[in-house]
């Protein structure tokens, strides 16, 4: 990855952050902590953790194309939880379906240019605002081997990384 690319630009890039959208309510103290990433450097990510060649999951058509695989999808539908706006419905049923630690720092992808980084815990909080496009976003714990995949009609999936 380039040393001289840039990071991290302002977070009300994502409209949904803002407080009429964001349910609970972002905090001053969580706002520094959830920390928009720039096109390239968010595509970079994405090149590295996700796929070489797709711009969005729901392009990838063949396992050669994903650096995500053996995807599980999981008993817990997240969709009728984010419909009755319960915040605390992702720290019940899927923060203990991994061995994140609160404080490891993640990405959440909306697609190959559009992303954050934040801590778990913040992801769990504000899942909600998080989920406001439900077309197959997927989180990354570079600690980690395992993936969480979002996907549209409220599904969960726990997958490998390469």
């Known amino acids: 990855m380039e040393k001289n690319i840039n990071k991290y630009e302002a977070l009300e890039k994502f409209y949904y952050f803002e407080n009429e959208y964001c349910d609970p309510k972002l905090t001053n103290i969580d706002k520094p902590e959830i920390k928009a990433l720039t096109d390239d450097y968010c595509a970079a990510l994405w090149h590295e953790y996700v796929s070489e060649n797709k711009r969005h999951l729901m392009l990838v058509n063949n ?3 994903s650096k995500v695989k053996n995807e599980i999808k999981k008993e ?10 319960s ?3 992702f720290n019940e049923n899927v923060k203990n379906l991994l061995d994140w630690k609160d404080d490891d720092s993640v990405i959440f992808f909306w697609n190959k240019t559009s992303g954050i980084e934040s ?3 913040l992801i769990c909080k504000y899942w909600i605002s998080f989920l406001y496009e439900d077309e197959a976003n997927i989180i990354i714990n570079p600690k980690s081997r395992k993936a969480i995949i979002l996907s549209t009609n409220g599904n969960l999936s726990i997958a490998d990384r390469l």
Do not use: G, R, T, V
Request: proline share 11%.
């Open 63 to 65: 396992p050669e194309e």
């Open 76 to 85: 817990y539908n997240w969709l009728k939880d984010w419909n009755d706006s």
């Open 87 to 89: 915040p605390e419905a």
């Open 119 to 121: 801590k778990w815990a």
